[in-house]
């Protein structure tokens, strides 16, 4: 039989292991770090992957988790995606949308309250939803004051408002003009703040894509950073962003696509995206009249382009190269995204079943890439304080969050460790760096543990199980008893 040092009482069970209360607690908290990882899941090109999965294949929560809907009532078939789910290929015939995810404010059916259910489990796996959402310019103050009252029990969350609306690809371009555009994004960024503070809204500008290099491309008449067109939403938003790939088959899923011979696609070389990149800061600066820190939503290295390789090698060199750029201001990247039917995706969704994804180079490359320490969680301990029982969990985001960091006395390797817990609790627990969710109703998960370890540390914090708030803003849990582990 193993035997432990006894700093505290321990207990043998009836299946041999060792049963061990902690030897030392620590207060830990979450904070921003200087650069935090987002990634999109679900949209025109992918069905939603439950965040179990990416938690489970990244080892680690993102800061960001984007979701693409769309709330456009008035389409014919309404609610629909507006895709043919069958070949893949958009299919305007069906309606005038977008190809997302309809936004249904009513439960029931496929689509009732979809959006909820994914925000739902995006904080239970810890971390924070945005809201891409699509929408008429028309819309009324009472529609929007219903999202808003809808997004209330969320937050902190961000709402990003008619994105890339400087283009001309999306049904809310087409139908009206910038100018009505801003007034939309305007009125649901008031109504947001009136009635779901804690809802951020995202302006969020779109790069000049295929005509940064190339002159001789035409130039569609795009919306600009004007008073009569633009100008106020980008004034007046939380949180600005910028989309720009650097390589992108933008006329996917066209079935003729050769990729010996690309047509309807833009490349971009690694020094232009950057320039372009810092102009697009320097006038958003102008504009509102002092510094102003950009996201980046939408980026990648499309696969049907570059090659699968080549797609990995390109995501570790842009990581690399933010990381040592280290631009105050640039607070957060999200990549696009999780799961692809075409080159976007770490995942390649399977044509004959939308739950299942075939890895990509890129999977392995991006989970290295945002461990790097500029874009990984920012973890920190406090000294050490007699244990707390019952101690208060509180979590508002994966940047703002404190928990509790258990030190157990092991003194020589173990294959296995099952963290022991009441069932009641629905926890965040990380241990060296891999992060696990013990979800409510389980009382044991197992944790893996190394030979190089002496002491056996973890940090437990508490997400909130649904979803929602128990306070303004906050979730707070009381754990009644430390956890312990078996051995």
């Known amino acids: 039989m193993q035997t432990f040092a006894r700093t505290n009482q321990v207990v043998q069970d009836g299946t041999g292991r060792m049963s061990l209360p902690p030897s030392a607690v620590r207060c830990a908290r979450l904070a921003p770090p200087p650069c935090s990882a987002g990634i999109t899941d679900g949209s025109e090109r992918g069905d939603y992957v439950p965040q179990s999965h990416l938690l489970k294949i990244i080892g680690r929560p993102h800061h960001v988790v984007n979701l693409m809907f769309q709330y456009y009532p008035d389409m014919d078939g309404w609610p629909t995606q507006g895709v043919n789910w069958h070949g893949f290929y958009r299919n305007n015939s069906l309606n005038k949308g977008d190809g997302y995810f309809p936004l249904v404010l009513e439960p029931g059916g496929r689509w009732g309250q979809a959006y909820l259910r994914q925000i739902a489990d995006v904080r239970a796996h810890g971390q924070e939803p945005q809201l891409t959402l699509t929408l008429h310019a028309n819309t009324p103050d009472e529609t929007l004051a219903r999202i808003a009252d809808s997004l209330h029990p969320f937050a902190p969350m961000r709402i990003r408002i008619n994105h890339e609306c400087n283009g001309v ?165 999200t990549f696009y995204q999780f799961r692809d039917r075409g080159g976007l995706g770490l995942e390649q969704e399977d044509p004959q079943d939308a739950s299942r994804g075939r890895p990509t180079p890129a999977l392995s490359a991006y989970a290295d890439a945002i461990r790097q320490p500029h874009f990984d969680l920012s973890l920190t301990r406090g000294a050490q304080e007699p244990a707390r029982v019952p101690a208060d969990l509180l979590w508002r985001s994966p940047v703002d969050a404190a928990g509790i960091e258990y030190t157990y006395p092991l003194r020589n390797a173990a294959e296995r460790v099952l963290f022991t817990c009441t069932p009641k609790a629905h926890l965040l627990v990380e241990h060296a760096g891999r992060w696990v969710i013990k979800p409510r109703g389980i009382s044991q998960i197992p944790l893996a543990r190394g030979p190089e370890c002496s002491d056996f540390s973890i940090r437990v914090f508490a997400p909130p199980p649904d979803g929602r708030n128990n306070q303004s803003d906050a979730f707070v849990y009381t754990l009644d008893e430390p956890p312990e582990v078996l051995v």
């Open 169 to 333: 690809w999306f049904h809310f371009n087409q139908v009206w003009s910038y100018k009505e555009v801003s007034d939309l994004f305007v009125r649901f960024h008031r109504i947001l703040h009136e009635r779901a503070p804690g809802v951020r809204t995202v302006a969020c500008w779109n790069g000049p894509g295929d005509t940064i290099e190339n002159p001789d491309t035409p130039n569609p008449n795009r919306g600009q950073l004007t008073d009569d067109q633009l100008a106020p939403m980008f004034r007046l938003a939380d949180i600005v962003s910028y989309d720009q790939y650097a390589a992108l088959h933008y006329g996917w899923p066209d079935p003729d696509f050769d990729p010996a011979r690309p047509t309807q696609f833009f490349r971009i070389a690694p020094a232009t995206w950057w320039r372009v990149f810092e102009d697009f800061h320097r006038t958003i600066c102008t504009l509102r009249g002092g510094e102003t820190p950009i996201e980046v939503h939408e980026v990648n290295e499309d696969a049907e382009l570059a090659g699968a390789e080549g797609q990995a090698q390109w995501l570790t060199a842009f990581y690399r190269e933010a990381a040592a750029r280290r631009l105050p201001w640039l607070t957060n990247i």
